[in-house]
């Protein structure tokens, strides 16, 4: 891959790194209710799940998953599933276990990891993404290199985002006030529930 066609693959990248979806919310979310360290490590969480389903990928299995009607299918609605039962938890939660003065504590590490892994691995268009994008900017003669290096790209990117949404959220309760940290929580469970509905509907690209 030419520098030229990197320096061209990285903008276009952090677009899709950016966009807000499940994950980007869900990252806001933790950066409001318990700051930046948190929300960057449970970015481990996505960072395996993306580093899967890249591999995958790389290996020519996610052109087949992608193409495979029933497993995209199963993977939609488990995906679907997850977002609008998080949704759900988020608005029943009550805004006065997000006060400092409760007795409920904050969502430990491995809890806030396997969270941001089961949203990344169960959205199929993650896969769609890497099956997609990703050979636009590869040379076959250095199939290997460039994809790690795309790969590896992508995953730095994600992390930046993850610490900008994080960044996000903490701003934003600083503005909202500490005992307001409730409408966050209300307002990322419509969020959830708006990617479920949205990722139920997703259509499997013709071939």
Known sequence: MSLQTFLIFLPACLALNMVLGPNN?????IGAEQG?????IAYLGRFFA???LILITAL??????????????????IGAAYLLWIGYQLLRSKSETLDHTSQTPPQDFKTLIIKDF?????NPKAILIFTAFF???????????DFFTLGVSFLCLEFFAVL???????KLITVLKRENLG???KASGVLMIVFGFALAFVKKPSA
Do not use: E, R
Request: positive net charge; contains cysteine.
């Open 118 to 122: 089961n949203i990344a691995i169960a």
């Open 60 to 77: 020519g299995l996610g052109t087949l998953l992608a193409a495979s009607a029933q497993v995209f299918l199963l993977i939609k609605f």
């Open 164 to 170: 900008c949404y994080a960044i996000l959220g903490a």
């Open 50 to 52: 993306f580093s899967i």
């Open 135 to 145: 050979p636009q900017f590869i040379q076959l003669d250095h199939y290997w290199a």
């Open 183 to 185: 409408l966050i929580n």
């Open 36 to 40: 930046l360290k948190p929300a960057a």
């Open 25 to 29: 919310v869900l990252s806001m979310m």
